[in-house]
């Protein structure tokens, strides 16, 4: 690997595409054909361990997130941290704290500006221990938005999209 393993996934990534580049986008799009792909992986000399694959689910997790038919949401089990979460006491977990959150802001309508607050803490010369009224609501706040999420969904390619 060039670089050590910070860019193995990419590796991978071209690597897979090279082997299905005769049927990206017309057969192949998010690898749905089983057969045809599990065809090409034998060509190449590629096995999918079993026990490793999920066919015919519903929903599955996948880096944080579920994914579904319906849409992208935050995993249960994230939103239980947000939920729990003490309110930081130093600037080490406030950091932790919103880079967690942060990960998850296209979930959060107005993210940027109900976190500002809690960003101004950590700003040098800030007093971390001792949160403003504001930095207090909008910690509040950010929590409350996380255990009201919405699931995000693909857009419907039928209806005008509104910018």
């Known amino acids: 690997m060039p670089f050590g393993l910070c860019n193995a996934p990419a590796v991978f990534q071209n690597f897979v595409n090279f082997i299905f580049q005769d049927l990206l986008y017309i057969s ?3 690898y749905q054909d089983v057969h045809t792909v599990l065809q090409h992986l034998r060509e190449h000399r590629l096995y999918a361990k079993l026990e ?5 689910q519903q929903s599955l997790p996948f880096l944080g997130y579920i994914v579904s038919s319906t849409g992208l949401q935050m995993d249960p089990g994230k939103v239980t941290a947000i939920r729990d979460w003490p309110a930081p006491q130093g600037l080490r977990t406030l950091q932790r704290f919103l ?3 942060n990960y998850y802001r296209q979930f959060i309508q107005d993210y940027s500006l109900i976190t500002a607050p809690l960003t101004a803490l950590t700003r040098k010369g800030a007093d971390v221990k001792n949160w403003t ?3 207090v609501a909008a910690f509040t706040t950010l929590k409350k938005a996380f255990l009201s999420a919405p699931v995000l969904r693909s857009p419907d390619h039928t209806q005008p999209f509104v910018v």
């Open 28 to 30: 192949v799009i998010v």
């Open 52 to 56: 490793k694959c999920s066919v015919h």
């Open 133 to 135: 009224p504001e930095a």
């Open 99 to 101: 880079g967690f959150a």
